[in-house]
């Protein structure tokens, strides 16, 4: 697995202007989400952690802290130099790497907890059966997935953002033959921005079955 950051070929991430517009404040705060606060009870010391869209490290240096080994992976240059110097004056390590979730760089696995919180609606529709494919594959028997998305049950014009809201159980679709543990929605208020709206989101989290789960047929 690879313990430093990796350059991605891509370049263009939602929130690097955002990131690097406040280099001294956390645009979305230092504590772990509320999403990670739940999922917590799954991370062990010593399991191995993938956090896909970290962002500015806030859930990767909270699990992190929680005694797991974790990789975060964020596109943004200006959100993952935050990410490092909250980890440091956290006392922590976090392996983070430079690329887009949806790209083959990925770390092999395999994890313990594969997570993301509001990073997987940027993945383009028809590249998410091929994603959720990869990181099926890295996560270990008897291991968890975790994972916010926005739905299109509420839509907001974010600004400059390219968003394909999930449709209404489609999350659900690429884990029917996972154990679900938790499947909920509802929706959350949200200012980064600079103006107050909601978000419907869509919440997921599965585990592995310990013996052989294919992936779904195409019916």
């Known amino acids: ?5 990796q350059r991605s070929k891509k370049t263009w991430s939602p929130w690097a202007q955002e990131y690097a517009r406040t280099p001294e404040r956390y645009v979305f705060g230092t504590g772990p989400s509320d999403f990670a606060l739940e999922v917590a009870r799954l991370v062990q010391p010593g399991d191995y952690v993938l956090d896909l869209g970290c962002g ?4 990767s240096v909270f699990f992190a802290e929680r ?5 975060g992976v964020d596109l943004s240059a200006a959100g993952l130099e935050k990410a490092q110097r909250l980890a440091r004056k956290r ?4 392996r983070f790497i430079q690329a887009a979730v ?3 760089v990925l770390p092999a696995g395999p994890f313990h907890l594969v997570y993301s919180c509001g990073s997987l609606h940027y993945v383009s529709r028809r590249r998410r059966a091929a994603l959720f494919a990869r990181l099926r594959a890295v996560t270990r028997p008897g291991g968890h ?3 916010l998305v926005f739905t299109d049950r509420l839509t907001y014009e974010e600004k400059g953002e390219i968003v394909e809201y999930y449709h209404a159980g489609e999350l659900h679709e690429a884990f029917v033959d ?3 543990l938790k499947r909920a929605d509802h929706v959350i208020s949200c200012a980064q921005d600079g103006s107050v709206h909601g978000h419907a989101v869509e919440e997921i989290v599965a585990a592995r079955p310990v013996g052989p789960a294919p992936w779904p047929s195409e019916p």
Request: charged share 30%; proline share 4%; hydrophobic share 40%.
């Open 1 to 5: 697995m690879p313990s430093a950051r």
């Open 56 to 59: 500015e490290g806030r859930d």
């Open 67 to 71: 005694g797991a080994v974790v990789w």
């Open 91 to 94: 006392g922590v390590r976090v």
């Open 102 to 104: 949806d790209e083959e």
């Open 145 to 147: 997935h975790a994972h």
């Open 178 to 180: 996972w154990q679900v």
